[in-house]
């Protein structure tokens, strides 16, 4: 799994933080390789989860509530599976430096 990119963007000419991490989520087991893209801004946050070019996509108001809600139309033991992946602690990481 990597992680990487943050941007500053302005609107009208406040200066708003998106934090906007990007990282792929993949499972031999389940056979499957996720790229997933999470942004947040104005107090939500956004996943993009993209199955082979379908994107689903999840908003909350946590990073995990949003990844959960993308995840979801893969059915909750998949969703479980892929949430309980010892790799999304790097990603946790990144985001508490970004924060």
Sequence with gaps: MSCHE???R????SAAALVS???????????????IR???LD???L????FDGE???GIGASARAALSAALAT???????VLLADPQLFSVSAELRALA
């Design 6 to 8: 943050r941007g500053r």
């Design 21 to 35: 991490v990007n990282f792929r989520l993949a499972s031999g087991e389940l056979g499957l390789d996720i790229e």
């Design 74 to 80: 893969l059915g909750p033991r998949t969703a479980s």
């Design 38 to 40: 999470l942004r947040h």
């Design 55 to 57: 994107p689903e996509v």
């Design 10 to 13: 302005s609107r009208h000419g």
């Design 47 to 50: 996943a993009v989860a993209d």
């Design 43 to 45: 107090g939500r946050w």
